[in-house]
């Protein structure tokens, strides 16, 4: 189940935290230095509407341990609902965040996820951008699906290394479906904070270009990579974004409707 210590709201049928950068990377430090197994998941529209299509994937979503608003079509759901956001909390900048505390503290990270190239230009900019860093596990797991004894030596790998967080970069739903699976008790269990970043290995390690701050700000960042990369988003934007706006839209008229 989402965490609530901050407050949650709900957009339609997701537990949303509604938490700050600072909120946030707080409880994902507090829960490492406690070496704590958990689930952090950032919502955006895509992983809103991949929940609402898949009640078996939003039960996923629900039981984990904290969901940030990624995007702010999220963070305008959750100010309708009276939660006082000044912001959202981006995937890519809450990693930036949590490794400059993980450099402050000490507290040893690994990646897991991305293009082997991708996962070394990635390893090798944050390591210069905190020279502090703990980098104690690295791996990009192959595109198959992996065997049984496979997975348990990456897990036994990770539990070997001593990371405390993990950024797990696959991609929405499989890394929160990757994340979820590793969350529980037994051979299986990854003994850190898992965050689910998405495209934010690309993103610092330079090999994809990210929105300007004015697009991020007013929801327009799907429309940035939209057109940096149309050939593998467009199913994804043409479908999803209608629907969520037009699902929002009719869950606000009905609550205005009960409340009259």
Same mark, same amino acid.
């Given at each position: 189940m989402?965490s609530?210590?901050?407050?949650a709201?709900n957009?339609?049928?997701v537990?949303?935290? =509604?938490v700050?950068? /600072?909120s946030a990377?707080?409880?994902i *430090?507090s829960w /490492?230095?406690e070496?704590?197994?958990?689930?952090v998941?950032?919502?955006?529209?895509? +992983?809103v #509407?991949e929940a609402?299509?898949?009640p078996? &994937?939003? =039960?996923?979503?629900?039981?984990?341990? @904290?969901v940030t608003?990624?995007? #702010?079509?999220?963070?305008?759901?959750?100010?309708?609902q009276g939660?006082?956001?000044k912001d959202?909390?981006?995937g890519?900048? *809450? +990693?930036l965040?949590? @490794?400059?505390?993980?450099?402050h503290?000490?507290?040893p990270?690994? &990646?897991y996820g991305g293009h082997p190239t991708? *996962?070394i230009?990635l390893?090798?900019? +944050?390591?210069?951008?905190?020279?502090s860093?703990?980098?104690v596990?690295?791996?990009?797991?192959p595109?198959?699906a #992996?065997?049984?004894?496979e997975d348990?030596d990456?897990v036994?790998?990770i539990?070997?290394?001593?990371?405390?967080? @993990?950024?797990?970069? %696959?991609g929405?739903?499989?890394?929160?479906?990757?994340?979820?699976?590793?969350?529980?008790?037994?051979?299986?269990?990854?003994?850190?904070? +898992? %965050?689910?970043?998405?495209a934010?290995?690309d993103?610092h /390690?330079g090999?994809?270009?990210? =929105?300007?701050?004015? #697009?991020?700000?007013?929801?327009?960042e799907w %429309?940035f990579r939209?057109?940096m990369?149309p050939?593998?988003?467009?199913?994804?934007?043409?479908?999803?974004?209608?629907?969520?706006?037009? %699902?929002v839209?009719?869950?606000?008229? &009905?609550?205005?409707n009960?409340?009259?």
């Open positions: 989402s609530t210590l901050h407050g709201g957009v339609l049928g537990t949303v935290d =509604a700050s950068y /600072a990377t707080a409880t *430090l /490492a230095k070496h704590a197994c958990r689930s998941f950032l919502a955006n529209v895509h +992983m #509407m609402h299509d898949d078996v &994937f939003c =039960a996923l979503i629900n039981r984990s341990d @904290l608003p990624d995007g #702010m079509p999220l963070v305008w759901v959750l100010r309708r939660y006082n956001l959202r909390v981006y890519p900048t *809450l +990693m965040r949590v @490794l400059e505390m993980a450099a503290e000490g507290i990270v690994g &990646f991708v *996962l230009k390893v090798e900019r +944050m390591r210069e951008h905190f020279p860093l703990r980098t596990f690295n791996l990009s797991p595109f198959r #992996m065997t049984e004894a348990r990456v036994r790998a539990n070997d290394a001593g990371a405390r967080i @993990l950024f797990v970069g %696959l929405c739903p499989k890394q929160e479906r990757w994340i979820d699976a590793h969350s529980g008790e037994g051979e299986k269990n990854v003994r850190a904070v +898992m %965050l689910g970043v998405g934010a290995f993103f /390690a090999t994809l270009r990210q =929105a300007p701050p004015w #697009m991020q700000s007013h929801g327009l %429309l939209l057109v990369e050939r593998r988003l467009w199913k994804r934007y043409l479908k999803h974004n209608p629907r969520f706006s037009a %699902l839209f009719m869950t606000l008229i &009905f609550k205005r009960d409340r009259g």
